[in-house]
Each structure stands twice: as structure tokens, then as C-alpha cells.
Nanobody
């Protein structure tokens, strides 16, 4: 399976973007998905996850501003990012769970087996 992330760009503080991640196989609907991000000089961190059944969970710093969703018919997971601030500047990566039909919340990178190439979000102040 391959994941293709898109939707990043340059935005002013307070702005919004919609990130997309398209999968290449119909088994997509059986897997949990997540978004991670990596800022310059920092470790990659978990941002948001969505189970195969649609349950969502977030890191505290983005709760109320970011929304993860999925459209199985389109083999796509989205990340709506609102009220952006310069600290959100990062390369955003989508990832697919290693296990099918898991309902456990997964925030570690090693729990995900397939990664997209990343899309850059730059927030200017």
C-alpha cells in the first residue's frame, strides 16, 4: 500500500488548511490512520488518530483546532487544521496502523507500518 499526502502550504497565523492522505488499496477501511508532524530540530510527534470504526483522538495541543476524519469510499483520511500558529509549522505525515480492526488508541510511531511522504505546513506570524 502507498499513502500520498497533500494540502500543505504557507498560511498566516489564524488561518486554516485541509490536509489529505490518499491510500492506494481498498483495505484502507480496515485500518486505523494517524497524522504525525515533525518540526525543524524536533522529534516526530503524534497529532491525531482515527480508528477503522471512526473513533478519533488527539494530542492535547491541537484539541479544538484540528479535526481528523476519513472517507473510506475515497480511500482518504483528512486533517482539518484551524487557528494555526507558528508552532504548528512542520512536515505533516500520514500513517497506517500495522494491525487491522484495532480499536486501541495508538500514538507511537512504531505502531504504524506505512507512511506517506509528508506535506509541509508553514505558518507565518
Amino acid at each position: 500500500v502507498q499513502l500520498q499526502a497533500s494540502g500543505g502550504g504557507l498560511v498566516q497565523a489564524g488561518g486554516s488548511l485541509r490536509l489529505s492522505c490518499a491510500a492506494s488499496e481498498r483495505t484502507f477501511s480496515s485500518y486505523g490512520m494517524a497524522w504525525f508532524r515533525q518540526s525543524p530540530g524536533k522529534e516526530r510527534e503524534f497529532v491525531a488518530g482515527i480508528s477503522w470504526s471512526g473513533a478519533t483522538y488527539y494530542v492535547d495541543s491541537v484539541k479544538g483546532r484540528f479535526t481528523i476524519s476519513r472517507e473510506n469510499a475515497a480511500l482518504t483520511v483528512y486533517l482539518q487544521v484551524n487557528n494555526l500558529n507558528p508552532e504548528d509549522t512542520a512536515v505533516y505525515y500520514c500513517a497506517q496502523d500495522r494491525s487491522v480492526f484495532s480499536t486501541r488508541r495508538k500514538t507511537r510511531q512504531d505502531e504504524y507500518g506505512v507512511w506517506g511522504q509528508g506535506t509541509l505546513v508553514t505558518v507565518s506570524s
